[in-house]
C-alpha cells in the first residue's frame, strides 16, 4: 500500500503521534537532554561532494550499519554483517576504533542495521537483527541497548548485560530487510524491506514496545524509490524528523525523502524521491545523518579486490 493509504484509524494516530512530538513529548525530552547539539531544521538546497574521512578498519571488512551518537557527538556506531558475534562499535568520523561494545547474552545471526534514537532512559542504540537472505527465519530481533555515559577512546571491549530484546515477526511470512529506522521524536520504529523486483515495503513495530515478546509489525509504507535503483541497504532520518535519507544499491543510490505539510511519519516514504550526493563505494551498505543535521556520512563493505573503502562525508552547502 501507499504510505497515505493506511487504514483511517492508524492515519489519525500517526498525525495524533507527530503533533505531540512537534509540542515537546516524553520521547523528544529526553532525546534532547542528552546532547547540546541543536540540529538545523531548515531544508538542504544543494550538497557538496563526498569528502573521504578516513580508511574503514580492518575488524569492520562486512561494515552494515552506521548511527551517530547523541551521547558522544563526533562517534558513530556501527557493525559487521553475519558471521561476526553479538558486538558493534563506536568509531570516529576519521574510521578508527573507540571501543568495542559486547553484548553479553545476545546473539548475531545476521545483523543488519543500527540507529540511534529516543527510549525511556534518554538516548538508545538498537540494532537490528533482520537479515533473511534465504526468507526462512521464523523470528526476528532488535535489540535496544542504552548509550553508555562513557566510553574508552583506546577500542577497548565494553561488556553491556543490561540490554532490552524485541523479537518480531511479518504479518505475511518471512522477509529480508537491511533497514532499521528509529524516528528521532517519537521513537517509532521502521523496518524497510530488501527484495528484488518490487518497491519495498515499510512495516512499523507496534507502540508501545514490548519487550520479550513476539509482536507482528504492521506495513504502513510502500517506499517511492523505483525498484530499478537498487535493492535498500540502509536508511536514516534526519535529526528534525521531518526527512530521510535511503541508500540503495545502485551507484548512485542515495535518495532524500521530505515529508508533506501535515503529513505522517510514514509518508515520508511514499514522498518523490531526490537523488543526493554519494562517493564511489565498492558496495554501498550504510548511511546516517550527523547529529547536527548538516552533513551526512556513508561507508561501504570491503570487497575483495577493490581498495579499502573509505568513511565519507557530504556536507549542505545550501540553506533553503
Known amino acids: 500500500m501507499r504510505a497515505d493509504s493506511s487504514p483511517g484509524a492508524d492515519a489519525r494516530s500517526d498525525a495524533a503521534i507527530d503533533t505531540k512530538a512537534d509540542a515537546g513529548s516524553d520521547a523528544r525530552s529526553d532525546a534532547d537532554s542528552t546532547t547540546d547539539v541543536a540540529p538545523t531544521c531548515t531544508a538542504c538546497t544543494a550538497y557538496g561532494t563526498p569528502q573521504a574521512l578516513g580508511p574503514s578498519p580492518s575488524v569492520l571488512t562486512e561494515l552494515s550499519g552506521l548511527a551517530a551518537s547523541r551521547v558522544h557527538p563526533g562517534l558513530l556506531y556501527t557493525h559487521n554483517d553475519s558471521g561476526d558475534s553479538a558486538r558493534f562499535f563506536a568509531i570516529t568520523q576519521q574510521a578508527t576504533v573507540a571501543a568495542e561494545i559486547h553484548l553479553s547474552g545476545a546473539t548475531a545471526i545476521d545483523w543488519e542495521d543500527?540507529?540511534?534514537?529516543p527510549c525511556p532512559a534518554g538516548s538508545c542504540v538498537y540494532v537490528g537483527d533482520t537479515g533473511d537472505n534465504k526468507a526462512d527465519r521464523t523470528q526476528y530481533m532488535i535489540y535496544r541497548v542504552t548509550e553508555p555515559a562513557t566510553l574508552p577512546s583506546d577500542g577497548s571491549v565494553v561488556t553491556?548485560?543490561?540490554?532490552?530484546?524485541f523479537p518480531f515477526v511479518y504479518p505475511d511470512g518471512p522477509h529480508n530487510a537491511e533497514t532499521l529506522m528509529v524516528h528521532p521524536q517519537t521513537g517509532r520504529v521502521f523496518i524497510?524491506?530488501?527484495e528484488t523486483g518490487?518497491?519495498?515495503?515499510v512495516y512499523e513495530m507496534p507502540l508501545?514496545?514490548?519487550?520479550?515478546?513476539?509482536v507482528t509489525l504492521q506495513q504502513v509504507a510502500t517506499l517511492a524509490i523505483p525498484p530499478a535503483e537498487g535493492l535498500v541497504t540502509d536508511g536514516a532520518f534526519h535529526p528534525c524528523g521531518d526527512r530521510a535519507l535511503i541508500r540503495t544499491t545502485g551507484a548512485t543510490g542515495l535518495f532524500e525523502l521530505t515529508r508533506l505539510t501535515g503529513g505522517t511519519v510514514p509518508s515520508i516514504f511514499g514522498s518523490t524521491p531526490v537523488r543526493v550526493p554519494v562517493a564511489s563505494e565498492p558496495q554501498g551498505e550504510a548511511v546516517t545523518w550527523a547529529i547536527d543535521g548538516r552533513s551526512y556520512l556513508t561507508a561501504s563493505e570491503t570487497v575483495s579486490g577493490s581498495a579499502v573503502p573509505s568513511l565519507s562525508r557530504v556536507t549542505c552547502t545550501s540553506l533553503q
Do not use: C, F, N, R
Request: hydrophobic share 40%; aromatic share 4%.
Open 114 to 117: 543500527i540507529s540511534v534514537g
Open 160 to 165: 553491556v548485560t543490561s540490554y532490552e530484546s
Open 192 to 194: 524497510v524491506l530488501k
Open 198 to 201: 518490487v518497491p519495498a515495503s
Open 208 to 214: 508501545p514496545l514490548q519487550k520479550d515478546t513476539v
